[in-house]
């Protein structure tokens, strides 16, 4: 029995469910207790109100992430937690680390029957565990998914694709035709779209795809800079860099220290995100901000 069973029995849609069972107010009486009678007449218990697991007032949310590590993570985490105090709810951090929790389902992962809803970060879950438990009625939300999702699934996301797109198209108007560019680790998608953004304004721009100005890192600042290295190696080095994210920018310009470039006279550094250190730079990062 899932909301899907109850959406059917009550004649409205699995969203509409989803926000009776979880006591948004933005329902009418009547539909409401249509679904909660449909709900109890097939004894469907996936919510709080129908398993009547007490009248808690304070709601506990979880949010799945793969590490804490990071200025971009704890920002998320920061506004997850204001936006939550506002609606008398609090954040319960979940692991989704695979080497710490292969062996649990999604919802055991989430503390589910403890939690009341879930957030989930960069979500790598397949989309037959995220329909399944969308469709189960515990309400879930994923942040910038790492894989394709099913349309109907709640998410928000970066505009990846555009935002590259536009870094790119700064650094060719400053005359810029050879420029590198460091990648986070290849299959995700967050990485693909950004690379796509830059491909994108390169072809448009009329300049050839060179692969050996694409080098892939790991999101780190010790990656960016190793990588950046072997950038400003090539014989024919790039006269701007465009890190696929802050951390990595950061180790761009720290490699440029070593290579005593200055910048951004000789090599122009953009990075992506405004994470919060990004200001504090000598010079101040150019980067191409995402409030998530």
């Avoid at 004894?43 to 590590?69: C, F, K, W």
């Avoid at 779209?193 to 692969?211: E, K, Q, S, T």
């Avoid at 290579?259 to 994470?275: A, E, H, I, K, W």
Wanted: charge should be negative; aromatic fraction near 4%.
């Amino acid at each position: 029995m899932n909301i899907q069973h109850v959406a059917q029995q009550a004649g409205v849609s699995m969203a509409t469910v989803s926000r009776v069972l979880n006591d948004h107010p933005d329902v009418s009486p009547a539909t409401r207790d249509e679904v909660l009678r449909s709900a109890r007449d097939l004894g469907y218990n996936g919510s709080r109100r129908v398993e009547g697991r007490g009248n808690r007032q304070t709601r506990l949310i979880a949010l799945s992430v793969p590490s804490m590590r990071g200025d971009y993570m704890t920002g998320i985490v920061t506004g997850a937690v204001e936006a939550l105090h506002d609606h008398d709810s609090r954040l319960v951090i979940c692991s989704s680390d695979d080497a710490l929790t292969e062996s649990r389902s999604l919802s055991e992962r989430l503390l589910r029957g403890t939690t009341d809803g879930a957030l989930l970060v960069l979500s790598s879950e397949s989309r037959e565990e995220l329909r399944a438990l969308f469709e189960s009625g515990y309400p879930i939300v994923v942040i910038e998914p790492a894989t394709l999702i099913e349309d109907g699934i709640p998410a928000v996301a970066t505009t990846n694709w555009a935002g590259a797109k536009a870094a790119t198209e700064y650094l060719l108007g400053l005359g810029h035709t050879h420029i590198g560019v460091i990648t986070g680790p290849a299959g995700g998608r967050v990485s693909a779209d950004r690379l796509a953004g830059y491909h994108a304004a390169l072809l448009a721009a009329g300049l050839p795809l060179v692969p050996r100005l694409v080098r892939e890192a790991d999101w780190t600042v010790d990656a960016g800079f190793r990588v950046a290295l072997d950038l400003l190696a090539l014989q024919h080095a790039p006269s701007a860099i465009f890190a696929l994210n802050d951390a990595m920018a950061l180790g761009v310009l720290r490699a440029a220290r070593e290579r005593r470039l200055n910048v951004p006279r000789d090599l122009s550094v953009v990075g992506f995100d405004d994470v919060e250190i990004a200001s504090l730079t000598m010079p101040a990062l150019t980067t191409v901000r995402q409030p998530l």
